[in-house]
């Protein structure tokens, strides 16, 4: 038989009894083990937990070094958004480090401390973006002690220098401002913080202080515009970019090379995509403001280059350029429109290119938005009166004028609102409304130079020189010491009122010591010798602005042969046989001469064709000269059609050049539109008619000529001439 299984249990027993063997052998280093347990959990626990944290502050340092990275990004791109940000991010550490602290504190309060200068470069940029002057200057000393050679700090400063300072009417600055110039760093010193923004910034500045600007516009061409073709530049914040467009425009605006400057223009095009793109997806409204103030000074350059050098720079190669910058203004408008839709500039611009591109309607529904969103009307009116006038029917512009004239009567003591009414009373010829509502508001404001001016020319339209006069000299002087055509209104009354050692001396009371490059000068000798048919006022004014003509300022040019040609008229005699009018031939030669100082485009300009082409017509007698001077106003363009009085000087040259029949046209357009013709009028129309073979008519309009209350040198020479031609020397 076989034997039996062995009971489980026995077997179960006796791994039990070996276990309890081992375990009795090692029972000491058991309890050992099971005692040091919790220290090994313990210490597990900590190792652990320290691993943690370690990962955590080097993920906490991680963060806040890439924060402290996109702070010193922005503030080196200031960017002010950017910034904000990025203090924002450090100060949600726990805790937050004590220098973020302190530099949110700055910026909130935006003023820089002791502890926080390095931000003072970047809220003084703030404050000039703001036009808040004293708060930009008090950054600026902030900036000059952290940074001595800081150019855009040294403008700042001397910016407000200037504010307390000027008016001047000096060659030398003051002191103070001489001192503050002396301060400035070599612009040509590699290590002088000149930035484009520095450098435009000084350019303004030096012409304001009369200084030559000619070194900043060379460092601006040698340094600042090969970085228009960087990737640095590409990579620019939008506003930087328009900097550096900016500049290329200064350059522009006083450089003749037409070939160095037309070079950069494919970096100027794409920087202005690259600013226009980058500032539309940023919602930037303060860039897309800047580049609207620079797009129509980009689409007259290339105008100017088509009109200098039209074989170079055809209207196929031009007109692409010009509609791409015009496309990129309209999507800039667009943009700030939606962004600041309470901004009435927003409106003007959007009316202004509605206007340039014929679309009228277009124009007056933006002026129209801009009334009904804007919160102060007033700047609105200020822009709107002059479209008004020039398109609105009769009806509505006395509509117009009754409804400022009742705002002003509700409005009480507003003196800009009765100087619109007086603006749209003037549009409706109601003058004597006008003179009352300009007399309202200076009563509301002593001095007003808006209700003055306007005042002043309404008595000099009306023949009274001296109650514009009395006008006039209720303004503070300083306004014809800043502002040209309140210099050149003033001298036309004096011209017109006093003799001529009056006018010299306040001429020498307003500008003690002239400078040859002040405009208000200029303008004031240009007033006093265009209302004066005395070549004695004539000879002073053209003796004065001879020595600026010489040097080359392109305005005093400008005025110097303009009078020069008026001395040359205003020296016509009739002929002692009643012949042609005799012209003083030393005064034709040296206005001819005078032709000489100005520059191409200023030689293009129609004023300037039709005067030098009177010269030769009359004073030289070279009808032909004349004609072939005239040619490029004979078909003027649509967008700028000639005045009554240039089209009165075309019409006497071709009737000297025997074209009576092309002359007749012009005449007549001109007795349509001036409500009380000059006598030079109806003399041209006399002699067409008689060389048309219309004694009658040409009898007639001799009368009219004589029953003209004023006639000037030249007509009444031209008068008895005529009168000789057509009579023979019989009377009428």
């Not at 340094?223 to 900097?243: G, I, N």
């Not at 309209?330 to 509605?354: G, K, T």
């Amino acid at each position: 038989m076989d034997r039996p299984a062995r009971p489980p249990q026995v077997a179960s027993s006796g791994r039990h009894r070996r276990f309890r063997d081992w375990f009795h052998q090692r029972s000491w280093a058991i309890r050992c083990l099971i005692l040091a347990t919790p220290f090994l959990l313990a210490a597990s626990a900590g190792l652990c937990w320290w691993g943690y944290r370690h990962i955590r502050t080097q993920r906490q340092l991680a963060v806040q070094s890439q924060a402290w990275s996109e702070y010193h990004q922005a503030l080196e791109r200031h960017d002010f958004q950017g910034l904000e940000d990025a203090l924002q991010t450090l100060l949600r550490f726990d805790p937050p480090p004590a220098a973020a602290k302190a530099l949110s504190e700055a910026w909130i309060q935006k003023r820089s401390t002791s502890e926080t200068l390095e931000l003072a470069p970047l809220l003084m940029d703030y404050h000039l973006r703001r036009n808040d002057l004293p708060a930009a200057t008090q950054e600026a000393e902030q900036v000059l002690r952290r940074l001595p050679r800081h150019w855009l700090a040294h403008c700042v400063r001397l910016h407000a220098a200037l504010n307390e300072q000027a008016p001047w009417n000096t060659p030398k600055p003051p002191p103070k401002i001489i001192h503050l110039l002396e301060q400035f760093p070599d612009p040509e010193d590699e290590s002088a913080w000149t930035t484009p923004a520095g450098l435009l910034y000084a350019l303004r500045l030096w012409k304001w202080a009369h200084q030559d600007t000619n070194p900043l516009l060379r460092v601006l061409e040698r340094r600042v515009l090969p970085l228009l073709r960087t990737a640095k530049a590409q990579e620019a914040p939008s506003y930087q970019q328009l900097h550096l467009i900016a500049c290329w425009l200064a350059v522009a605006e006083q450089a003749g090379g037409t070939a160095t400057l037309s070079q950069y223009w494919a970096a100027v095009d794409q920087l202005s995509e690259l600013a226009v793109q980058q500032a539309v997806a940023k919602s930037d409204a303060e860039a897309l403001r800047y580049w609207l103030a620079l797009a129509p000074a980009l689409e007259q350059q290339l105008l100017r280059w088509q009109r200098e050098d039209s074989q170079r720079f055809p209207a196929s190669r031009i007109t692409p350029l010009y509609q791409e910058v015009r496309r990129r203004r309209r999507l800039a408008i667009d943009a700030w429109h939606s962004l600041e839709p309470q901004q009435p500039e927003v409106y003007f611009h959007l009316a202004e290119l509605a206007w340039q591109e014929q679309d009228v309607r277009g124009a007056f529904g933006y002026y129209l938005k801009a009334l009904r969103r804007c919160p102060d009307p007033v700047p609105v009116w200020e822009r709107f009166l002059p479209f008004l006038t020039h398109f609105a029917s009769e009806s509505s512009l006395q509509r117009l004028s009754e409804h400022l004239w009742n705002e002003a009567e509700q409005a009480g003591k507003d003196a800009q609102l009765w100087c619109l009414a007086a603006q749209a009373a003037a549009a409706v010829q109601r003058y004597e409304q006008a003179v009352e509502a300009c007399r309202r508001a200076r009563q509301i404001q002593a001095g007003h130079p808006t209700a003055g001016l306007l005042e002043a020319t309404l008595w000099l339209r009306s023949g009274d020189p001296v109650r514009a006069r009395t006008a006039l000299e209720s303004l503070d002087p300083q306004w014809f010491r800043r502002h040209p055509e309140a210099a050149r209104l003033y001298s036309r009354c004096l011209s017109a009122t006093a003799p001529l050692d009056t006018i010299i001396r306040r001429y020498q009371e307003l500008y003690p010591s002239p400078i040859a490059a002040d405009p208000a000068m200029a303008a004031f000798l240009r007033g006093a010798g265009e209302n004066s048919e005395t070549a004695e006022i004539l000879r002073w004014a053209v003796r004065e602005l001879q020595t600026a003509a010489v040097r080359g300022e392109p305005l005093c040019c400008r005025y110097y042969t303009e009078l020069r040609f008026r001395l040359a008229e205003a020296l016509v005699r009739p002929h002692p046989s009643g012949g042609p009018a005799v012209w003083d031939a030393e005064a034709v030669t040296a206005a001819l001469h005078a032709f000489l100082t100005l520059s191409p485009e200023q030689l293009r300009e129609p004023d300037m064709l039709l005067a030098q082409a009177t010269l030769y017509a009359f004073g030289r007698q070279q009808p032909e000269v004349a004609r072939r001077l005239i040619e490029p106003l004979l078909h003027p363009p649509s967008s700028r059609p000639l005045t009554p009085a240039q089209q009165l000087a075309l019409a006497y040259i071709l009737l000297a050049s025997q074209q009576a029949r092309d002359a007749l046209p012009l005449l007549t357009a001109v007795q349509q539109s001036s409500p009380s013709p000059p006598a030079a009028l109806w003399i041209a129309l006399a002699w067409a008619y008689h060389d048309l073979g219309e004694p009658q008519q040409a009898a007639t309009a001799l009368n009219r000529a004589a029953l003209t209350p004023y006639r000037s040198a030249r007509e009444q020479a031209d008068w008895v001439a005529l009168k000789h031609r057509i009579f023979r020397g019989k009377p009428p």
